[in-house]
Every structure is written in C-alpha cells, then in structure tokens.
Nanobody, 124 residues
Framework: QVQLVESGGGLVQNGGSLRLSCAAS????????MGWYRQAPGKQRELVAS???????NYADSVKGRFTISRDNAKNTVYLQMSYLKPEDTAVYYC??????????????????WGQGTQVTVSS
C-alpha cells in the first residue's frame, strides 16, 4: 500500500506564509499525479493545486499568484508553499497521489491515496 504523511500546518496571521509537505511511502512504482485539496467547515473539498508527473501545474483561481506547488520526485514528496495567506484559506489541507504500486507478487497495480489532513488556520 501507499501512505501519505502531511506536515507543516499551523496557525498564522493574515498575510503570513506556511509550507506544507507531503511524503509518500510504500511499494511505489511510479507517481503520475500529486495534488493538494482543502476542506473548510461546512464546505466541499476543493482542489487547490495539482502537479502531474510531466511538470505542469494547475491552481484554483483563489490561490493563483499566492500558492506554489512543487515536487521532489526522488523523495516522492510534494510541497505547497502558501504566501499572503488570508482568513478564507483556513481549512484542513489534504494531499493526494495517484500512480502505480508494486504488489507482493511483483506485479503493478494502480493506487490512489490521501493523507490524513493538516489544519491551516489564518487569523484576521
């Protein structure tokens, strides 16, 4: 199986910065997609930023110019640098990864995993 562990959340003032990290571990053969979602209280989970293996990036309109997603493929890790944070960015942030894993018998199977979430709170 593939596990994702997030870190870097916390409390920050309006206009501040935080950097989230998400490390994937397990029997990973390849990762095709990594991304960050967030869910605020009473709202649906929404895509914040994504980065397929080809290197392109996609951002929600609400975070363009403020957030930057990056990947370290050697470490199977994705980062989200968040700057100029606003109170409306307050949410639980989840990372996700999609790819192929190796089973005990040596064959590859697709996987899709989510992290446990990390709280980001921006005070006004």
């Amino acid at each position: 199986q593939v596990q994702l562990v997030e870190s870097g959340g916390g409390l920050v003032q309006n206009g501040g910065s935080l950097r989230l990290s998400c490390a994937a571990s397990g029997t990973i053969f390849s990762i095709n997609f990594m991304g960050w979602y967030r869910q605020a209280p009473g709202k649906q989970r929404e895509l914040v930023a994504s980065m397929p293996s080809g290197g392109s990036t996609n951002y929600a309109d609400s975070v363009k110019g403020r957030f930057t997603i990056s990947r370290d493929n050697a470490k199977n890790t994705v980062y989200l640098q968040m700057s100029y944070l606003k109170p409306e960015d307050t949410a639980v942030y989840y990372c996700t990864a999609v790819g192929m894993r190796t089973t005990a018998s040596g064959i590859t199977r697709p996987f899709s995993s989510w992290g446990q979430g990390t709280q980001v709170t921006v005070s006004s």
